[in-house]
């Protein structure tokens, strides 16, 4: 599975962005679709996912974020959208784009490169 992040850039507080990773397989073949970041200086943390379901998706994000951000799929484009409101300073990270799938040989991981969103006070 390939992943492949867009749509960061720089944008002032209480601005927002969208971003969007394209993912090479099917939604079928995943078990969920995620977005991580990593400020200077701190480590990758959970923003939040989108577990794939048979009929109904799953999304959880986490708390520094939730009301704020929003992840949804788009099946026909086969990508993962990342829409981020009222942002803030602390913010700013690189954002990467994660994927895994469960196989008969266990969980596998995939990443994609990150792409950086820079929050301005």
């Known amino acids: 599975v390939q992943l492949q992040a867009s749509g960061g850039g720089l944008v002032q507080a209480g601005g927002s962005l969208r971003l969007s990773c394209a993912v090479s397989?099917?939604?079928?073949?995943?078990?969920?679709v995620g977005w991580f970041r990593q400020a200077p200086g701190k480590h990758r943390e959970v923003v939040g996912w989108i577990t794939i379901g048979v009929r109904t998706d799953t999304v959880d994000y986490a708390e520094s974020v939730k009301g704020r951000v929003t992840i949804s799929r788009d099946s026909g484009k086969n990508s993962v959208t990342l829409q981020m409101n009222s942002l803030r300073p602390e913010d700013t990270a690189v954002y990467y784009c994660h994927a895994d799938q469960i196989t008969t040989s266990g969980r596998r991981d995939y990443w994609g490169q990150g792409t950086q969103v820079t929050v301005s006070s």
């Open positions: 397989a099917s939604f079928h073949s995943v078990n969920s």
